[in-house]
């Protein structure tokens, strides 16, 4: 049984920080690309960070670049994304998934992941 658990998600001030974990059971860590996509109110899912299946290459949306890291912890098989300076526009749940292919590619596309986690609350208030 697969299952992807995340945590860290909290009300935090614009400017602040947060790192979001991704503990993953069930599955070959080493073998999975996993990426972190956001969903605010009345918006689609949307593809955050992704990290590929060895951790050679990383993703991120434009949104984010060079204020939140990704990384991919094969020994511990834990996803992370430390956000830095938080704008009220990153308040969403942040979901973690899991994609199945070994390739050096990463997609933004939800509909290529095969497991979901269930979600964690970010709030960022100005």
């Known amino acids: 049984q697969v299952a992807l658990v995340e945590s860290g998600g909290e009300s935090v001030q614009s400017g602040g920080s947060l790192r979001l974990s991704c503990a993953a059971s069930?599955?070959?860590?080493?073998?999975?690309?996993m990426a972190w996509f956001r969903q605010a109110p009345g918006k689609v899912r949307e593809f955050v960070a992704g990290?590929?299946?060895?951790?050679?290459?990383?993703r991120y949306d434009d949104t984010v670049s060079g204020r939140f890291t990704i990384s991919k912890d094969n020994a511990k098989k834990t996803l992370y994304l430390q956000m830095n300076s938080l704008k009220p526009e990153d308040t969403a749940v942040y979901y973690c998934a899991a994609d199945r292919r070994t390739t050096w590619s990463i997609s933004r596309t939800s509909s290529d992941y095969d497991y979901w986690g269930q979600g964690t609350q970010v709030t960022v208030s100005s």
């Open positions: 990290s590929n299946w060895n951790a050679a290459n990383t």
């Open positions: 069930g599955l070959t860590f080493t073998s999975f690309g």
